[in-house]
């Protein structure tokens, strides 16, 4: 929490994603440095404790001090084994420079746990129809495989698998059809749809499917999809999340 509008914004969609849910925990996480006066900021965080509190009961803030704020989220994520991360984006230059060098954007590239990346206006509905971008290589049941059954267990969305790619043509060549098939026996416990686009923009692609499907939650792997890569180094994908109302839930190896 840095109380920018959103942060609030982030806080309250992540008490309605788990409302009315006893077995979670939510932590408003508030980082200062050194010699920061910090009682109204606590006066602040109890104040916001107590609005959040109909939606979720379990609900606590923590404020802690540092030198680097990325490094202690982390280290206290790791520490609390955190489920999830939940971050809006902020900032205050450039909508470019905003997302690129925003400490939402750095928290996702670290391999803690996996970040839900809020968009600046957000707000939750439900979580009915989840996408998962995939350049369908390498299919197995990994870690990261395991945390996004985890994601899907807890709300039981329509699943929706995307791949793009410029090569496609009529049909799927057969080391497609053998990822495909190799994803589908080890996501059919949600019973996946599996769509394959031959368009050039990878990000024009996913925004109209988006769109189509009415998505909720898009799922990526960042360190192992070249769209997270384009996500935070392009100017072009930064302006599609900043006016997308989609968030994006960020899932490492």
Known sequence: MDFSETSFNAAHYACSMYKDRTDINII?????????????????LACLKKELQPLTPNIEYLLESGFNFIDSLAAFAHVK????????LTGKTSLAHR??????????????????????????????????????KYIEESPT?????????????????????KSHYMSLTEAYKEQKDKMEELMQTFNPEFYFLRLYDFHE??????????????IIAPKYHSFYQ?????QHATKMIYQSKIPVLAVHE
Do not use: W
């Open 145 to 165: 495989l395991l945390t996004v059954k985890r994601v899907l267990a807890d709300f039981k969305p329509s699943l929706h698998i995307l791949n793009v790619n």
């Open 81 to 88: 084994g955190a489920y999830m991360i939940v971050m809006g």
């Open 205 to 218: 692609a996913v925004n109209l499917f988006t769109q189509d499907k009415n998505i909720d939650i898009i």
């Open 99 to 136: 997302f690129s060098g925003s400490n939402t954007s750095k928290m996702a590239e670290k391999n803690i746990c996996p970040v839900l990346i809020v968009p600046a206006g957000a707000k939750f509905a439900a979580i009915e129809n989840v996408v998962i971008t995939s350049e369908m």
């Open 230 to 234: 384009k996500l935070f180094k392009t």
């Open 28 to 44: 408003l996480y508030h980082f200062y440095t050194k010699g920061e006066d910090t009682g109204n900021t606590e006066n602040y």
